[in-house]
């Protein structure tokens, strides 16, 4: 049973989801990818239902209204209203133990984001990078580039690329009692050369749990998952990669790819099309903040928490 009190948290929660998917129809509020046939192997979510937050509360709380305590729950979303004509292109940024010794024994050259930088500040197309903590050691550079440009937005993709829930593809898992610090360390780690980083949260691999919600809640963050997988890592095709993005983009996506060169090659050349096809589509890219119009998108920053 819950307490009165945390009930009324998670109401709270049910409200900010709300908010972020009040004109989005009833089963896509929170849109939990369920598809995995159609995730790419580095990817991908888990089988796990989203919090049952949405629809139990889906209550017509006025959100202008709303100051939320701090949520019992993390709060997750995998797309914005589906009424606006636009789409968020979010590029996550992977490092990791392994990644690092590819790099320094030479047997990956680079796993740089310049080549996609690029082509967005080039046709002028905001995006949303998904940033681990090592990828910004690694690249402080490249992170300063993205921070200058405010087409841009930076958000979190966890310290080291660890899982936040098992199963999750192989990935080394966070000890449940190391999670929320394990952020909060990548949040330090981005503000670095991101001080305006957003308090947007991508699991590793898509992979979480309730526990996991929970225990990242006090850091005040949002969760986001996608709708669309663009399906480039390791992907030597960039028509496969164009046409997976676009085929199901509709209004309100969050469209996910990957920025790190040497597990995505081919991301920087499908770009042009897929950009092209979007607006062929009639959807204009947009960062993640408007795209969710989320309360939390007026937040500089999540709350400081000491761990
Ligand atoms: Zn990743």
Known sequence: MMSGRLLAA??????????????????????????????????????SPPPTTARTFAAPVPTTTVAPPPPAITPVVSNGPRTRPLVALTFDSDMNE???????????????????????????VPATFFLTGMWVERYPETAARIAADPMFEAANHSYSHRSFAQPCYGLPAVPPGEMAADVQRAFDAIRVKVPQVKPYFRFPGGCYNEAALRALAPLGITGIQWDVVGG????????????????????????????????AP????????I???????????????????HPAAAKPNPPHAEF
């Open 266 to 273: 081919m991301t920087a050349k499908a770009l042009p099309r």
């Open 275 to 293: 950009i092209a096809g979007l607006k062929a589509k009639g959807l204009t890219p947009v960062t993640l903040s408007e795209l969710l119009n």
């Open 232 to 263: 480039d890592p390791f992907n030597q095709s960039p028509d496969s990669i164009v046409q997976a993005s676009l085929a199901k983009a509709q209004p309100g996506s969050i469209i996910v790819l990957h920025s790190t060169f040497g597990t």
């Open 10 to 47: 998670v109401a709270v929660v049910g409200a900010v989801v709300l908010a972020i998917g009040d004109q989005v129809s009833g089963g896509e509020r929170l849109g939990v990818v369920g598809k995995q046939g159609e995730l790419s192997p580095e990817e991908t979510t888990t089988s």
């Open 98 to 124: 392994a990644m690092l010794r590819s790099l320094n024994s030479h047997r990956v050259a680079s796993y740089d984001a310049t080549p996609v930088v690029d082509v967005l500040q080039e046709m002028k």
